[in-house]
């Protein structure tokens, strides 16, 4: 059931931190409309540090296999990915870059 949770709050998690992103280069008159396009233009305007690139790419990648789990073992890798630090902290200086803008 951990694992369920987990996987759904990081989906939410992601699915608000790429429309955030959104909206913030709207504002700047950029187009994002996909969460790849979005954390590319973070990722060219120094949103996204670059020892954090690899680590976007595979929220995206996950984000994508979540609707496609249908057994233990999927969604445990999904699990494993989502409890990283480093996942976490990826996320958390974007927050804190867009706070500080």
């Not at 790849?36 to 996204?48: D, R, V």
């Amino acid at each position: 059931m951990i694992i369920e949770i987990a996987t759904k709050r990081f989906e939410y998690t992601f699915e608000s931190l790429w429309k955030v992103l959104k909206e913030y280069f709207r504002a700047e008159g950029i187009d994002c409309s996909t969460p790849l396009k979005c954390f590319k233009e973070a990722f060219k305007s120094g949103l996204i540090d670059e020892e954090d690139e690899k680590i976007f790419i595979e929220m995206i990648e996950k984000r994508n296999q979540i609707v496609h789990i249908y057994d233990s073992d999927s969604a445990k890798l999904i699990y494993n990915f989502i409890k990283r630090l480093d996942v976490f902290k990826s996320i958390e200086k974007i927050y804190k870059k867009i706070i500080e803008v």
